[in-house]
């Protein structure tokens, strides 16, 4: 008995732990994907600070359902969504018509 209650336990935070590690990942990526879209001038000035000021909020909210120690899988269901709307957002930003005089090749 004792030792099913510890190995669901270790699972359940190993699991949440992966889930962590799975959020700052796709938080890194989306992170660069802004700044090289701002390289290329893909994104205005504007453009790139709202996509910045979201994943400011989206790391806010991932340090929010931390506190705990534990990401249940709702949290990071909620975590995720929110990532894939900002994701979609850094798309159609890079995409739109709107271009920056901004551009660094190096």
């Known amino acids: 008995m004792n030792r099913t209650i510890l190995a669901t336990i270790s699972l359940i935070a190993l699991t949440s732990g992966a889930m962590a590690d799975t959020i700052d990942d796709r938080q890194a990526n989306q992170a660069e994907r802004i700044q090289k879209a701002r390289r290329a001038g893909e994104l205005t000035r504007q453009e790139a600070a709202s996509l910045r000021a ?45 271009k920056s005089r901004y551009r660094r090749w190096w």
Do not use: C, M
């Open 54 to 98: 979201e994943q400011a909020r989206i790391a806010e909210l991932e340090r929010r359902v931390k506190v705990d120690g534990v990401v249940t899988r709702r949290e990071a269901r909620v975590l995720d969504r929110a990532q894939d709307v900002a994701n979609r957002h850094i798309y159609q930003e890079s995409h739109d018509s709107q």
